[in-house]
């Protein structure tokens, strides 16, 4: 095999955003060979490509040798199961699965190790959170003790929750900002910092927008070695803020207006506060600035990440399997939420599914009618 042939499931905003890269050339040895949505005329707007009314037709065609995963969430699960016992690789949108029950499924159904199987978590391309990751897990900044997150730049309007009758809502997404918006951030957390053990969440559905789900949440983690985080996010505030402060033993991180700043200390904090003799000293501090030439490939660089990797034997960026620890750390903020109660991971997979059931089952919630959304618009959320 000298390219990949890919055919895309589901052509709204991030399927078309993916389509035209690929019809545009710029990931090296893909193919966009196959289309398929329910809407028909999405699928004509690819006359260049075989379309299909389906993914189980399109998947069954034999035209494609892998497929890549865009449609609404909660087929992430059916049709990447389908894909997979079809023995096809499998490229899927954030999040991998709207639960982590449905995480589970699909990831047991990734049996055979010749098949690729990889996540659109594209923030890990990101030069400053890759050296984020790397100040914190080579430990050269010490034990971490706290972390605060205020990520509330993903400010969204009315029209966009109109712009699809299954956004925002729990039986449609499944969720709202830590399922759609926030899969990167959470996928972030647990890649940089590893998974909580206990969560504690303030989840405000409906509080900026005519949706039934959330859309400001505060929540509040604890790691096994003591240390502590603050998570903000919301789709309502503007001017929004995207900035991640981390305190560790060997100084501060602030990661700002695409700037790393930091204070090293130069004795770590908590050996001078044992040793110091004086009652109001502080340890010396030497400040520095980690800048980047600019934030990745993003989305182009997991595509070609997956292409290398079937091509090639490529290590996978964003293996799929990985995918499950945002999903359980965005389902423990909303049960902290639901019952008003600290949470703890692991989480209980089946019981969450039975709360979100029950949402669906319980649901009143009546959605204005579906509107159209200028394809520039949605151009705006890309990057950090």
């Keep these: 095999m000298d390219k990949v042939r890919i055919g895309i499931a589901g052509l709204g905003n991030m399927g078309a955003t993916h389509a035209n890269c690929i019809l545009a050339g ?3 040895r893909l193919e966009l060979a196959a289309v398929c949505d329910v809407e028909p005329a999405r699928v004509a707007r690819y006359p260049q490509t075989k379309g299909f009314p389906s993914a189980e ?3 069954a065609s034999g035209t494609i040798d892998a497929v890549l995963i865009a449609t609404p969430h909660y087929y992430h699960t059916s049709i990447g199961i389908s894909v997979l016992q079809a023995g096809l690789h499998v490229l899927v949108e954030k999040p991998i699965s709207v639960h982590k029950a449905d995480c589970e499924r699909l990831i047991a159904a990734h049996r055979d190790p010749r098949q690729i ?4 978590f594209n923030q890990r391309t990101d030069p400053y959170y890759l050296q984020l990751r790397h100040l914190v897990r080579s430990g050269e900044f010490g034990e971490i003790r706290r972390i605060n997150w205020i990520i509330t730049d993903w400010f969204r309007t009315g029209a966009y929750y109109a712009s699809g009758g299954w956004r925002a809502t729990w039986a449609g ?14 996928d972030l957390i647990q890649w940089i910092f590893g998974l909580p053990v206990r969560v504690r969440a303030f989840c405000r559905c409906g509080r900026y927008h005519d949706i039934e789900v959330e859309d400001d949440v505060t929540a509040c983690l604890e790691f096994a070695n003591g240390a502590t985080g603050v998570f903000i996010t919301s789709t309502g505030e503007s001017p929004g803020t995207n900035r991640l402060e981390i305190t560790a033993e060997g100084g501060r991180v602030v990661y700002e207006d695409d700037q790393i700043r930091c204070l090293r200390n130069t004795v770590p904090m908590s050996e001078f506060g044992r040793t110091s003799p004086e009652a109001f000293a502080r340890p010396e501090t030497v400040p520095g600035v980690i800048t980047a030439p600019g934030h990745g490939g993003q989305h182009q660089e997991i ?3 997956f292409t290398d990797a079937i091509l090639d034997g490529a290590p996978l960026i964003a293996p799929a399997a990985e995918g499950i620890h945002s999903v359980e750390l965005a389902n423990a903020m909303l049960l902290s939420g639901w019952i008003g109660q600290t949470v703890e991971l692991p989480l209980d997979a089946a019981h969450y599914e039975r709360r979100l059931q029950q949402r669906i089952r319980e649901s009143r919630f009546k959605k204005k009618a579906a ?14």
Excluded: Y
Excluded at 117 to 120: E, S, W
Excluded at 173 to 186: I, K, R
Excluded at 372 to 381: E, G, L, R
């Design 117 to 120: 199987f990889a996540a659109m």
């Design 57 to 59: 037709a399109m998947i």
């Design 173 to 186: 997404e499944g969720g709202g900002v830590l399922l759609n918006q926030c899969p990167h951030n959470l």
């Design 371 to 384: 509107v159209s959304v200028a394809a520039t618009d949605f151009a705006k959320s890309f990057g950090r």
């Design 303 to 305: 595509l070609q990440n």
């Design 26 to 28: 710029k990931i090296s």
